[in-house]
């Protein structure tokens, strides 16, 4: 059976607004986003999202998971970009030494050097930025849009009926490959499997990791086949559907929708005659 | 309309596609309306099959050559839509999940009206109409996977109900539910027909139906008829081993055979000690909730438990607190003394071997043998001793000549046999079974519990069962659970003369229990109606 996202009715801006409206917000505010390298453009919207994130009503500790995932993995990306400088040459041609970090020890006659530049150091926190604020504006999308709409959103955007119940239990099949892949793992360390005792190269430790991957993948095909044979016996796809729920567009959301669209024409004239472009403190 | 068959079937022949052999063959027989009848038979006999050729699955979805004519309302379905034939017929699958879409209980019972393209006036019209026939309108705004196995059957009935089929197929509606649910859907459906709803129903739990006088019974054997007629033709027709017939009858018919053997559980020697000990061991699944109340119990060498109690009352949730899958919010679970806290589940396995409920979230491998040797190998037994351990598993559970075959092609009945003897070939002390009886039809069930308690391996053996027979013809013990906790520990013949309180647990008594009650002060203990058949 397919399970949903933990939704719950909140007091939230985000819950403010017509689902449709919101996600067209999101996806302009998205590609805003991906206009500039400049920090300064990229706090905002880190800040944007941020007040978005606290304003959302969902506690702490129910967001901690995905929270500690972008946290860990924004860290991860924008560290690895100081340290190895990967990507940046694509966005600035010269650098201004800040300071040189060599080890203390050598490997095979080669000792390890860092020369930290301001061009290396800001184009790591652009990084963080961006993913930060990417992320925690993707993660409240399960959170906040109820399950029970999540065809008519679709169907709503202009999608056809297919591609909308389509796209309503592909949100679904998410949280429920998550409940499948424990109770297989459940089941696995119940006849002594360990995961954390996998050895030997790449390869061989893919390997190991059948008992969780086949079950899984079978029961995800199992269950495919089981909704689409419940689909078929009540004649989905026959024609042209009614949707019983209605969405309602009221003022705030054409706002929301209409203030969505100019930030995105507002931010890619400015990305267009240059604004927003890698910036460093010179 | 009621003198021509609701459902009329001739010379009805399928072979699938990949299968070389025909799953069901010249099959005829018809219902009319207003008649209920129950198909019964072995596991892969061809019941499935059937409702898939009548529900227009056969051939629109699942591809192969088909002869023969099926006639709905006198009308040949062979050139309709699946559309127009779900509009005739509605179908409930065996197990509710597998059928329910909406995520909540309104946008469920809407689906199928809503792919009609109906005005939305009449969808809530025909939505409130069908959640008050079932009595769950209060159900209404509930998320579908919050609700108990009970609810989720009666609201994958409404959805069905809702788009006015005449014919009611059902496929094994009884499988999860506890007896009390079960007892209601039974009644709803005598209700649905003696309304002029016709009602083809597939179930094993054959007794269970008598309860409610099916009109007719077509008893299936590898794809044929073998029986085609009324209740009362049946139990002189098919051997009481092969289905679940009332306790009554067995007794009459065994009387003439030879006694059954006495099976006695042996257990391994083994320490006096606890092997498992729960003390006050409370659970919530989040904050706030609590599944589990200050539960305290042994289990000791010896002991064959019978863990009985309605859908979600705590049952799996206590089990695999002692396996370590789930660690108490307080309290403590020793395995063999030591804490579960501290030990890893591989550590438990070693002392508990847990079956799952569902093989297909455990079967990987490419072959039955090394699905089995899989437990083992884990365990690091040697190679000579998974050989040994391997094939008297394959031999338990009927599988033997299977070894080379790949687990996640055999049916559902053989896969749940496979997970079965994945976990005995593991040799551990205790043997756990989370509903081990589900989805197998009598014969097989009852062989294979036979096998396993006569194993000279386990030193304790728990299983989770509904099926209250199965606790009066194994059980030493039964554990009574409700509401998150133990409302009753003690021998088969203290905890279940206790009529009232398994009415407050949602047990209802079979024809078996109230034959062993009547006859316990001779017989000392329960037995199964074979047995009490010899007994004066």
Redesign the interface.
């Known amino acids: 059976m397919l399970v949903t996202w933990r939704y719950r009715k909140r007091k939230s801006i985000i819950q403010w607004f017509d689902p449709r409206a919101w996600l067209i917000f999101y996806a302009c505010f998205l590609a805003c986003t991906l206009l500039f390298w400049d920090v300064r453009y990229l706090a905002v919207f880190g800040v944007v999202s941020l007040a978005i994130l606290l304003s959302s009503g969902i506690r702490l500790m129910e967001m901690r998971r995905p929270l500690m995932f972008i946290a860990l993995f924004g860290i991860f990306y924008s560290g690895l970009t100081f340290l190895t400088g990967r990507g940046g040459m694509e966005v600035y041609q010269s650098e201004h030494l800040i300071t040189r970090l060599a080890a203390g020890f050598t490997l095979f006659g080669w000792q390890p050097v860092i020369n930290v530049t301001l061009e290396k150091a800001f184009f790591s926190l652009g990084i963080f930025l961006r993913v930060f604020s990417l992320a925690s504006m993707t993660i409240l999308i399960p959170y906040s849009l109820n399950p029970a709409q999540y065809g008519i959103i679709f169907r709503g955007l202009g999608m056809p009926d297919k591609i909308a119940y389509a796209m309503d239990l592909t949100m679904r099949f998410i949280p429920t490959f998550g409940r499948d892949f424990m109770m297989t793992m459940d089941a696995q360390r119940a006849r002594g499997y360990e995961l954390e005792n996998l050895r030997g190269g790449l390869i061989n430790q893919v390997r190991k990791m059948a008992p969780l991957i086949v079950p899984v993948t079978i029961h995800a095909i199992i269950g495919s086949e089981d909704i689409i044979d419940a689909m078929d016996l009540r004649a989905f796809g026959v024609g042209p559907r009614v949707w019983l729920e209605q969405l309602h567009y009221k003022r705030r959301d054409i706002a929301l929708i209409v203030f969505g669209i100019l930030l995105f024409f507002v931010c890619g004239g400015l990305s267009m005659f240059g604004f927003g472009k890698f910036w460093v403190p010179l | 309309m009621g003198h021509t068959p609701a459902v009329f079937i001739e010379n009805l022949s399928f072979r699938y596609r990949d299968r070389q052999e025909l799953a069901i063959r010249d099959i005829s027989f018809q219902i009319m309306p207003g008649e209920l009848l129950l198909l019964a038979g072995a596991s892969g006999c061809g019941k499935t099959t059937l409702i898939r050729c009548i ?1 227009g ?1 056969i051939p ?2 699942y591809k192969g050559e088909i002869s023969g004519r099926i006639l709905l309302h006198d009308q040949d379905t062979s050139k309709f ?3 127009r034939i ?2 005739i017929v509605g ?1 409930v ?1 065996q197990d509710p ?8 209980v ?2 469920e019972v ?11 006036d009449e ?2 019209e025909r939505i409130n109409e069908s959640l008050d026939y079932l009595g769950i309108k209060h159900l209404r705004d509930r ?3 919050n609700l108990s196995g009970g609810e989720k059957q009666k609201v994958a009935l409404a ?2 109900l809702a ?1 006015h089929p005449s014919i009611l197929l059902l496929d094994e509606p009884l499988a999860s539910l506890d007896p009390a649910s079960a007892q209601e859907a039974l009644r709803l459906i005598r209700q649905l027909t003696d309304q002029g709803m016709t009602v083809l129903m597939v179930e094993h739990r054959v007794e269970d139906v008598f309860k409610i006088n099916p009109d007719c019974v077509l008893f299936m054997e590898q794809g044929q008829i073998r029986y085609l007629g009324t209740m009362d033709g049946l139990s002189k027709v098919v051997n009481y081993h092969e289905i679940k017939l009332p306790a009554p009858l067995i007794l009459e018919r065994a009387a003439s055979d030879p006694p059954p053997q006495s099976i006695q559980f042996q257990p391994a020697i083994g320490s006096p000690k606890p092997l498992v000990q729960f003390e006050e061991v409370s659970f919530g699944y989040e ?1 706030g909730s609590t599944v589990l109340k200050g539960i305290s119990l042994a289990i000791n060498r010896g002991d064959v438990i019978a863990v009985l109690g309605a859908n979600g009352a705590g049952k799996t949730t206590l089990v ?1 607190h002692a ?1 370590g ?1 789930l660690k108490p919010k307080a309290g403590r679970v020793l395995v063999e003394g030591k804490d579960t806290r501290h030990i ?3 550590q438990v ?2 002392t508990l ?2 079956v ?1 409920q ?1 093989p ?5 491998a490419p072959t039955v043998y090394e699905e089995l040797a ?2 083992p190998t ?2 690091r037994h040697d190679p000579e001793a998974i050989r040994k351990e391997v094939q008297e598993a394959i031999d338990i559970v009927n599988l033997t000549g299977r070894e080379k075959d790949p687990p ?1 092609a055999l049916s559902f009945g053989q896969q749940k046999r496979v997970s079965i003897a ?2 005995l070939a ?1 040799q551990s002390r205790i043997l756990v079974m989370d509903e081990p009886t589900a989805g197998q039809d009598y014969r097989n069930y009852m062989e294979f519990m036979d096998a396993i308690l006569q194993l000279p391996n386990f030193e304790a053996i728990l299983f989770i069962t509904h099926d209250i027979d199965l606790a009066v013809i194994y059980a030493n013990r039964v554990l009574l659970v409700d509401n998150g906790q133990v409302v009753a520990d003690g021998r088969p013949e203290e905890v279940l003369r206790d009529l009232d309180l398994l009415s407050a647990t949602r047990l209802v008594p079979t024809s078996l229990l109230k034959l062993n009650l009547e006859r316990v002060e001779t017989t000392g203990r329960f037995l199964r109606a074979e047995a009490l058949a010899h007994i004066q």
């Open positions: 529900n699955l629109r979805s839509t699946l559309a779900s509009q179908t699958l999940e597998r059928q329910i879409l909406g995520t909540r309104m946008n809407a689906f199928g009206l809503e792919n009609l393209a109906l005005s939305r969808i809530t998320e579908t996977f959805g069905v788009m904050a695999k396996i899958l890893s589940v591989a396995a070693k071997g847990y799952f569902s297909s979230h455990m079967l990987f899989f437990g884990n365990l996640l994945a976990i593991m």
